[in-house]
C-alpha cells in the first residue's frame, strides 16, 4: 500500500507540535478572517507570506492552506448572522441561511454548515490524495508546449468566467502579462521597462499587487459605502441539526461535496461558482423548489459544502501540475518559489514531506475546525461586532507590514499603494482584478514556456502535441466565439442564472 | 453613464499604444527566435485591439455599464485615506514603524470613520503595542526604527 505508507509518513509530518500549532493557527486565521467581512483569504496569505520565510517549507504551507479552508468555514456564520458574506464564497449561503435565523433557526443553520464543510472538506482531501499524485506522474511528460497550454488555459478560464464583459477580461488579462515582463528578461538578461529604476529590476511582485488589489482596495471601497453593520441578535441556540435536517441534507451534501471538488478543479471555477451550481442542481432536484430563499437547510447545505470540497479540488492542478486554477493557489505558488520548492510534476516525487504532510494537516485543519466553529461560534459572533471604523486601520497596517517584510523595501509599499488605488479604481470602470492577478502571477512562466516551445522551431508546435492542441484549442475556441461571432449565448445564460439567484 | 466605458477603452488603449512603442525598442526578432521584446510586442498589439474592440462596440451599441457606481461624498474620504496611505510610505523610514503606525490609525480613525478621541487612541495604542510585541521582540523583523531609535 503505497497511499497508507505516504499517509503515514505526512500525519508523522503533520502532528509534528511545530506543524500542529501551525495548523491550528492557520485554521484559526482563516476563521477569523472568513468571519471578517471586507479583509479575504487572497490578502490575507500574501501578508502572511513574509511571514513564513523563517519556517520550514512544509510549515508555511500547511500554515496557508489553513486560512485558505478556514476561511470558508468562517464565511458562513456571517452570511448566516448578520446576511453579509464574509467571503465570495458564501454569498448563497446567505439567502436561506439569513432567513433560517431570522425564523429563529440559526443554530441548525451554523450546525450544518459547519458538519457540510467538515464533510466536503474531508471528501476533497480524500480526492485530491487520490487524484494528485495519478495526474502528476502523467504531467512529468510534459514539456514546454503542454505547460504552455496548460497555462493559457488556467487564464483563458479565470477570465472567461470573470463577472463582466468578456473583452475588460481579456484586457485586464493582458495587462496583467504585461506588468509581468516588467524586470530582468530571464533568458536573455536584458532589463525590460524598468526605467533605470532598480526595485523594479526584480519585477512587480505578486504580493504588492495582490494587497493592493485584494486588500487596499477592499478597504478604499469599503470606506466609500461605508460599511453597515447589523448583528442578528439571536440567542443561539441547539447547534445541532435535527434528524429532519439530516435526512433533508444528506443528498445536497453528497452532491455538493462531488460539484465543489470537481468543479474545484477546474481552472477559473474558483471557491465561488461551485456553490451557485450546487444551489442551483439542488433547487432543481428538489421536491419544493419554491422553499428555497425562504430558509431551507439544503439551501445552506449543499453550497457550504460545496465551497469546502472546491478548496481540496483546486490544491490538484496546483500540486500534481504546478499550475494554479484561481488566484488564491496562485498566491500559494509563490509560496512554494519562495520557499524554493519547484511546483510541478515532480513536487510530489521530490518533497514527499511537503505534499503528504500538507495532505494529512488538512485531515487535522478540518476536525480543528469544526471546533472551532460550532463550540466557540459565540466568540465569532462578538468579534463580527468590531465596528470596521477599528478594523480598516488595522488592515492597512498589517498590509504595510506584509510588503516591508517581504524584501525591506519602502518602494514595495508604494507599489502596494499604486495597486490599491488601480483596484479601486478598475471596478468602477467594470474591470476585474482576478483576471489581472492570476496573469500577473503565472505571466513569466507563461513568457518562458512560450519561448522555449518556439526554440523548437516550428512555430505551429502548439499544434503538433495533442495536449497543447487541446488545450490552446479550447481556450481559444471559447474566447473567440464569445467575443468576435457573437456566439456568447452559453456563457451569458449561466452569467444570467448566476446573476438571478444573487439577486433573489 | 457610457462616457465612462470610454474612458476604460481609451485608457488601455493608450496603455497598448505605449506598450507596443516601448517594446519594439527592445530586441523583438522573430519566430523562431524570439527576443525579449517579442513578447510583451504580442500584449500590446493584443491590447490595442481588444480595446479598440471594447470602443467601437461602444459606438454601435448602447449598453448599461456593470460597474459599480461611485458613492457621492465617498470618494472624498478614499482620496483622504489614499494621501494618509501615501505620506505614511514617505515617511515610514523616517520616522519608524511604531510612530508611523501610531499616527497612521489616529489619522485614518478620526478623518475617515469619525470615531471617538478615546477609541481612536486607544486602538492605536494597542495596535502599536501588539505590533511591537509581536514582530519586534517576538519575530525579531527587521523594521525601520526611524529617527528616534524606537
Given amino acids: 500500500m503505497d497511499i497508507l505508507n505516504s499517509l503515514i509518513l505526512g500525519f508523522g509530518v503533520a502532528f509534528s507540535p511545530t506543524n500542529l500549532l501551525f495548523c491550528f493557527v492557520g485554521v484559526l486565521i482563516g476563521t477569523l478572517i472568513g468571519v471578517l467581512p471586507g479583509i479575504g483569504p487572497i490578502a490575507t496569505v500574501s501578508l502572511l507570506l513574509p511571514i513564513t520565510f523563517g519556517m520550514e517549507p512544509v510549515s508555511s504551507i500547511i500554515l496557508l492552506a489553513g486560512v485558505f479552508y478556514g476561511a470558508q468555514y468562517g464565511g458562513s456564520t456571517t452570511s448566516i448572522l448578520v446576511n453579509i458574506p464574509g467571503e465570495a464564497a458564501s454569498v448563497i449561503t446567505c439567502l436561506d441561511g439569513y432567513k433560517m435565523a431570522r425564523q429563529g433557526r440559526a443554530g441548525p443553520a451554523l450546525g450544518m454548515a459547519a458538519f457540510g464543510s467538515f464533510i466536503g472538506g474531508t471528501f476533497s482531501v480524500i480526492g485530491l490524495m487520490l487524484l494528485a499524485p495519478w495526474l502528476a506522474r502523467m504531467a512529468t511528460r510534459f514539456g514546454p508546449p503542454e505547460l504552455f497550454g496548460l497555462m493559457f488555459f488556467g487564464v483563458t478560464m479565470v477570465t472567461y468566467l470573470c463577472k463582466g464583459s468578456l473583452v475588460k477580461g481579456i484586457i485586464m488579462a493582458l495587462a496583467g502579462l504585461a506588468v509581468s515582463v516588467v524586470g530582468v528578461d530571464p533568458i536573455t538578461g536584458a532589463s525590460r521597462f524598468t526605467m533605470g529604476i532598480n526595485v523594479l529590476m526584480d519585477g512587480i511582485g505578486m504580493v504588492p499587487a495582490a494587497m493592493g488589489m485584494f486588500g487596499i482596495a477592499e478597504v478604499l471601497t469599503n470606506i466609500e459605502q461605508g460599511m453597515r453593520q447589523e448583528v442578528f441578535t439571536t440567542k443561539i441556540k441547539g447547534l445541532l441539526p435535527s434528524l429532519r435536517d439530516w435526512k433533508d441534507s444528506t443528498w445536497p451534501i453528497i452532491r455538493g461535496g462531488m460539484i465543489g471538488f470537481s468543479m474545484g478543479i477546474l481552472p477559473g471555477s474558483g471557491t465561488v461558482i461551485p456553490t451557485f451550481i450546487s444551489y442551483t442542481v439542488e433547487k432543481r432536484l428538489s421536491h419544493h423548489p419554491e422553499k428555497f430563499g425562504t430558509g431551507t437547510i439544503e439551501g445552506v447545505a449543499a453550497p457550504e459544502t460545496a465551497n469546502n470540497a472546491a478548496t481540496g479540488g483546486s490544491l490538484v492542478p496546483l500540486l500534481s501540475l504546478g499550475i494554479p486554477p484561481n488566484v488564491i493557489m496562485a498566491v500559494l505558488l509563490g509560496a512554494f518559489i519562495i520557499h524554493g520548492i519547484d511546483p510541478g510534476p515532480l513536487l510530489i516525487s521530490k518533497h514527499p514531506d511537503v505534499f503528504w504532510g500538507t495532505i494529512a494537516s488538512m485531515y487535522v485543519g478540518n476536525v480543528m475546525l469544526l471546533v472551532l466553529n460550532l463550540p466557540l461560534i459565540g466568540i465569532w459572533v462578538k468579534i463580527l461586532k468590531i465596528p470596521y471604523g477599528i478594523l480598516f486601520p488595522l488592515i492597512l497596517i498589517f498590509c504595510f507590514l506584509g510588503v516591508y517584510s517581504l524584501n525591506n523595501s519602502v518602494h514595495e509599499i508604494l507599489i502596494m499603494v499604486i495597486f490599491g488605488i488601480f483596484g479601486y479604481l478598475m471596478p468602477k470602470f467594470g474591470f476585474e482584478g482576478a483576471p489581472f492577478l492570476m496573469a500577473l502571477v503565472l505571466g513569466p512562466m507563461l513568457e518562458r514556456t512560450f519561448r522555449q516551445s518556439l526554440l523548437y522551431g516550428d512555430p505551429l508546435i502548439f499544434f503538433k502535441r495533442p495536449i497543447s492542441t487541446i488545450l490552446i484549442a479550447t481556450s481559444l475556441f471559447l474566447l473567440l466565439t464569445s467575443v468576435f461571432f457573437g456566439l456568447a449565448r452559453g456563457r451569458k445564460r449561466l452569467q444570467k442564472v448566476l446573476a438571478e439567484e444573487e439577486i433573489r | ?150
Avoid at chain 2, 53 to 67: D, N, V
Avoid at chain 2, 92 to 109: N, Q, R, S
Fill in chain 2, 1 to 150: 453613464m457610457k462616457y465612462r466605458e470610454w474612458i476604460g477603452g481609451l485608457f488601455w488603449l493608450i496603455v497598448g499604444l505605449v506598450l507596443t512603442i516601448w517594446s519594439s525598442q527592445y530586441r523583438v526578432g522573430n519566430v523562431i527566435k524570439p527576443g525579449p521584446g517579442f513578447f510583451p510586442l504580442g500584449l500590446g498589439l493584443l491590447l490595442i485591439l481588444f480595446s479598440l474592440f471594447l470602443i467601437l462596440k461602444q459606438m454601435k451599441t448602447f449598453t448599461m455599464p456593470q460597474a459599480s457606481s461611485f458613492v457621492s461624498g465617498g470618494w472624498r474620504k478614499v482620496a483622504y485615506v489614499v494621501s494618509i496611505l501615501l505620506v505614511a510610505t514617505f515617511v515610514f523610514e523616517h520616522l519608524g514603524v511604531l510612530i508611523t503606525f501610531f499616527l497612521l490609525v489616529i489619522c485614518t480613525m478620526r478623518g475617515a470613520a469619525s470615531q471617538s478621541w478615546r477609541r481612536t487612541l486607544f486602538t492605536a495604542l494597542i495596535s502599536v503595542l501588539g505590533i511591537y510585541l509581536v514582530f519586534v521582540v517576538a519575530l525579531k523583523q527587521q523594521l525601520p526604527r526611524g529617527f528616534l531609535g524606537i
